[in-house]
Nanobody, 119 residues
Framework: QVQLVESGGGLVQAGGSLRLSCAAS????????MGWFRQAPGKEREFVAR????????DYADSVKGRFTISGDSAKNTVYLQMNSLKPEDTAVYYC????????????WGKGTQVTVSS
């Protein structure tokens, strides 16, 4: 049974920072890509960032480039999302995903953590 548990969400003022964590358990994730998605109220889930299993490759949505950084700690089976210069439009539930493919197809999903950015 694969489990992904997100943490680190909360309420922050615009311009502030948060760091999300996603702890993976249940199998060996050394060959998995991991990523973050988000879903705002009334909107579809959208891609935020992803990282390859070896950390050599990362991709970001245009809306977060230069503000968010994804990183991983393979020893801890944990992926992080450092979010700086947060904007009210970043408000959403953030979900962690893990997949054997870099495209994150057929991914395992966490239950999400709420991020609220006040103006």
């Amino acid at each position: 049974q694969v489990q992904l548990v997100e943490s680190g969400g909360g309420l922050v003022q615009a311009g502030g920072s948060l760091r999300l964590s996603c702890a993976a358990s249940g199998r060996t994730f050394s060959s998995y890509a991991m990523g973050w998605f988000r879903q705002a109220p009334g909107k579809e889930r959208e891609f935020v960032a992803r990282i390859s299993w070896d950390g050599a490759r990362t991709d970001y949505a245009d809306s977060v480039k230069g503000r968010f950084t994804i990183s991983g700690d393979s020893a801890k089976n944990t992926v992080y999302l450092q979010m700086n210069s947060l904007k009210p439009e970043d408000t959403a539930v953030y979900y962690c995903a893990a997949s054997s493919t870099y495209s994150l197809q057929q991914a395992y999903w966490g239950k999400g953590t709420q991020v609220t950015v006040s103006s």
